[in-house]
């Protein structure tokens, strides 16, 4: 089965090239002004055309109003929607109608009785990005290099369209694959060498690391 692969709160080139390279089939872009990963729609317009026709451009907001989020698919024209906030399915249903676009939702994930807001969005949502919840009074809603109890996705029926999030890197990312069997990944702190600073390296390591899991599953 194809693995997709998302590298999330790029900035520069570099970090995009290096996700390219490892053969990234998504790219992240953050516009959440409390994270250190965010990014102007100026900047992420021209490094999402970097990656035009090699992976899919993924804006992500959190609890976006109508002004932020049509400046942003206006001046980045991303492939998908990632919506990361407390968004409601007809929150969803509405800005998949207006923009036309694939709208990925996040869900937070702590224990097995989070997992039952999939429902919801279930038929709504083109597909799901779980996540570890944050601590209580956390500023992001990811991106906080803690991971969470991958075997409860195991309950998830197989038709489920996710990527797993949540303080995945090159050391743990043989186990997380092994136990949880996700469609995707999407990983942003555990390739970054300092809060929103990408290592080109540490993306590499990543990429290596997905490479050998999946080579001794074979």
Known sequence: MKLDIKICGLKTENAVAAALDGGASHVGFIFFAKSPR????????????????RAKAVAVTVDADDTTLERIIEGMKPDILQLHGHEEPARVEEL?????????????????RDLEALSAYQGVADSFLLDAKPSPGADLPGGNGVPFDWSLLASLDGEVDYMLSGGLNAANIGDALSIANPR???????VERAPGEKDPDLIRAFFSAVQAARSKRK
């Open 96 to 112: 998949k109608a207006r923009y036309r676009i694939p709208v990925m939702k996040a869900i937070s994930v702590r224990e097995m």
């Open 38 to 53: 965010n990014v102007t729609i100026e900047n992420a317009a021209r490094l999402r055309q970097v990656a035009q026709g």
């Open 184 to 190: 995707g990944i999407d990983v942003s702190s555990g």
